[in-house]
């Protein structure tokens, strides 16, 4: 049977795949966040995951404007890297897991969740930069991606409520997945940030570490923080941080803490990253 | 008809894009997301009244788009992810952008942000903000 064994929490932003691509990570600037990812690389490796459902949002690359989808489940069986402007980032190219994503897709929508079908699709830095900070830059990614694209753009993303329960459903469709696989679930974006506006550049740090430790301690608090107060309290595009939620709930009921890592800045983002490992013995 | 005023109005320097905000900005944002070619974006630099002419948009959208306004280009519907291909069109960086909106050089901005970043402390509600810090005063 195949399981979901950890969790991974992680912002992206251009910025930090900019800094890769350019060879920038040893630089003043870059240093100190990429030295926090050292040891989530190790423990990644030793951990080896055979798939990553990966939650993240797209940032009108893959999607325009003529269809704005809620939730797009990655059906494919590979995933080219977006130009989002200034040419596509040199990395692998992103291979899917088009079986089990079609019985997630399948168990998903029998479980009352809307999920859209996406058979075509590129994806930009909300799912490479993750992978980078995770897997280094390797030749090939070490795993197989299936990419959940949450509409968080266009106001009204889902509720913190909605994606903690679609992160239920998923636990749910890998669990009766009948193929013995190392499942990981990433939640990407966030933390704190405002890029837009005469506000962009507002952190709230003190946001951020409560965020962290409820991850663990009190994630049914997390669950109904309003749209308004994360964008309130933490910046317009801090609303990014349900899609978390997603891969907090797919833990199950209790998790462990392995390791978290927080800095400021990453051009105008809150870093921050987390890794749970699920209690499958629950 | 009229919809009441949304809480997410009194965020001060912030366009929430919202279904309404979206659907004035269609024609605007469809112009930049048209930028993702290269071909575009050098038709685009050519000529650029010529250019924006095929889309239908509105005279402040695009006024507001020929004297890069950033703010404005949000207010009248664009999503800033996609400002920020205009901006890269221009050859400049997203953080340009960002302290563009806020009025700061980048330098300034990039300082404040390894300062760790602008308080929420005064921007919590339009009431709390300073007039000084609204944008696209020029």
């Known amino acids: 049977m195949a399981k979901i064994t950890a969790g991974v929490g992680c912002s992206h932003t251009p910025a930090i795949g900019a800094a890769v691509d350019l060879g920038k990570t040893e630089t003043d600037y870059w240093r100190p966040m990429f030295e926090g990812f050292e040891a989530s690389k190790k423990w990644i490796k030793e951990a080896a995951p055979d798939v990553v459902i990966m939650v993240y949002n797209d940032h009108n690359n893959a999607f325009d404007f003529k269809m704005i989808p809620t939730f797009a489940v990655g059906c494919a069986d590979e995933f080219p890297i977006a130009d989002e402007g200034w040419g596509a980032r040199p990395v692998p190219i992103v291979k899917g897991y088009p079986e089990l994503a079609a019985h997630i897709v399948q168990s998903g929508i029998l479980d009352e969740f809307d999920l859209t079908i996406v058979n075509e699709m590129e994806v930009d830095h909300g799912l490479t930069t993750p992978m980078s900070l995770m897997f280094g830059e390797p030749d090939a990614w070490p795993v197989r991606v299936i990419p959940i694209a949450v509409n968080v753009v266009q106001y009204p993303p889902p509720t913190g409520n909605r994606c903690y329960n679609l992160g239920k459903a998923l636990k749910k469709a890998v669990e009766s997945w009948d193929e013995d696989l190392n499942v990981m679930i990433f939640g990407t974006g966030g933390m704190s940030h405002q890029i837009q506006g005469p506000r962009a550049g507002l952190i709230n740090k003190e946001f951020d570490k409560n965020f962290l430790d409820d991850l663990s301690r009190d994630p049914e608090r997390l669950k109904d923080i309003a749209h308004l107060e994360y964008m309130r309290e933490a910046g317009a595009e801090a609303v990014e941080l349900v899609m978390w939620l997603v891969m907090r709930a797919a833990l199950g009921e209790k998790v462990d803490e392995v390791y978290r890592f927080y800095h400021v800045p990453a051009s105008s983002t809150g870093v921050g990253h987390i890794i749970l490992n699920a209690d499958n013995n629950e | ?138």
Request: with cysteine.
């Open chain 2, 1 to 138: 008809m009229n919809e009441k005023q949304h809480e997410y109005e009194d965020l001060p320097g912030t366009w929430v894009f919202d279904a309404q905000r979206a659907r004035k900005g269609y024609p605007l944002n469809n112009f930049f997301m048209s930028l993702m070619k290269e071909e575009n974006r050098k038709a685009f630099l050519a000529d650029e009244t010529s250019y924006l002419s095929q889309f239908k948009m509105s005279d402040a959208q695009r006024d507001a788009v020929l004297k890069r306004q950033w703010n404005t280009m949000l207010e009248l519907g664009g999503v800033v992810y996609c400002l920020a291909k205009l901006a890269f069109t221009d050859q400049h960086s997203y953080q340009y952008m960002a302290a563009e909106m806020t009025g700061m050089s980048e330098q300034e901005y990039v300082d404040m942000m390894l300062a760790g970043g602008r308080s929420p402390d005064g921007w919590r509600s339009k009431s709390e903000t300073k007039e000084s810090a609204q944008g696209d005063e020029v």
